[in-house]
């Protein structure tokens, strides 16, 4: 099955250019294609020689207990949230004064869980922010 024709035959990479280098500036290039997630290492030349800009990806393993301890927050809120709704669709649908008013006491302990979640991602917030936007 033949390729698509172009709207543009002008920008077709249709010239070869061979070039040799060195071991070392090789190994350089080969670091550079690794860490930015461009497919090969012409990729690489081709952004060199046309000055365009080569975003390098870069993972912290520092902040691997950090995601998980945000991913757990994250997974406590949405159930206190699931908990809240199920309460709340209680205290509407029940019509007793009494039972409503022992909904509304469940719903302000949920509450309560939720604020302790929200100090807990605040102090972690704020050391992120300390960590990140250092001067």
């Not at 249709?14 to 090969?40: D, M, P, Q």
């Amino acid at each position: 099955m033949p390729r698509r024709k172009t709207e543009n035959p002008e920008e077709l990479l249709s010239h070869n250019i061979i070039i040799r280098v060195t071991e070392s500036l090789f190994n350089k290039l080969e670091k550079l294609r690794k860490e930015s997630g461009v497919l090969s290492i012409a990729d690489i030349c081709r952004k060199i020689l046309l000055n365009q800009k080569i975003k390098l990806l870069t993972y912290d393993a520092t902040m691997n207990p950090v995601m998980e301890e945000l991913a757990l927050i994250r997974k406590e809120l949405k159930a206190i949230g699931i908990n809240i709704n199920q309460i709340t669709r209680h205290f509407n649908a029940d019509k007793v004064e009494t039972h409503r008013g022992f909904y509304a006491l469940k719903v302000a302990e949920q509450y309560k869980k939720v604020d302790e979640r929200v100090e807990i991602l605040l102090k972690i917030i704020s050391k992120l922010a300390d960590k990140w936007l250092q001067e």
